[in-house]
């Protein structure tokens, strides 16, 4: 058990976790999400805010849930004693810190993942690049995804307000609306008349 907490998982030093953790907002116990201890205040502005505006709203930053999921080894860490605990009683001991830490990481995985994707939608979006281009020169700058924004901003072409993905709302009716007179079929009796050579 200890093993686990010393080389499989703790990837950054105390100070780091905790100056980390102490941004965060402490949540009320919830039986729902019990493994959540603290909340990072961001609320999505969604695809009908400017990318600017979502991008210092910390829309598409790390979640926090890493952070949760590192504090938590660092908690159980803190309860044991290796001259007198057993691995039996390690595990009790440290069971729910460990549970906790397990369904931390599901929830970062997948924040991710969504993060990542509305990232990759706001700026195909917004400037004439494809996502495999976009993943090439993510790849290669150095920088916050503002620096990021400011450099398309003077480099990539901007795709025009007209063309844009818009997918609010409900998809417009088509009504059946008569053809025009030079669309309409003739009315005749029989078939159509054969020119003969």
């Known amino acids: 058990m200890y093993a686990f907490i010393k080389e499989g998982s703790i990837n950054h030093s105390r100070e780091t976790v905790m100056s980390h953790v102490k941004k965060l907002q402490p949540l009320n116990y919830n039986r729902f999400m019990w493994w959540r201890t603290h909340t990072d205040r961001v609320t999505p502005l969604g695809k009908r805010a400017l990318l600017k505006e979502r991008i210092l709203n910390g829309d598409f930053e790390p979640s926090s849930y890493f952070w949760q999921a590192q504090h938590a080894l660092y908690v159980a860490k803190d309860k044991l004693d290796l001259t007198k605990h057993d691995t039996r009683y390690q595990i009790e001991l440290c069971g729910v810190d460990f549970q906790r830490y397990k369904k931390l990481m599901e929830d970062f995985e997948k924040e991710e993942t969504n993060r990542m994707s509305a990232l990759y ?68 009796r029989g078939r159509p008349k054969t020119i003969k050579n």
């Open 121 to 188: 939608d706001a700026f195909t979006s917004e400037y004439r690049i494809t996502k495999e281009e976009l993943e090439e020169k993510f790849l290669k700058f150095n920088g916050t995804i503002l620096d990021f924004y400011n450099y398309a901003e003077e480099f990539f072409y901007k795709t025009p307000s007209s063309v844009r993905k818009d997918n609010r709302g409900r998809p417009k009716k088509v009504l059946n609306q008569p053809l025009p007179r030079v669309l309409q079929p003739k009315r005749g």
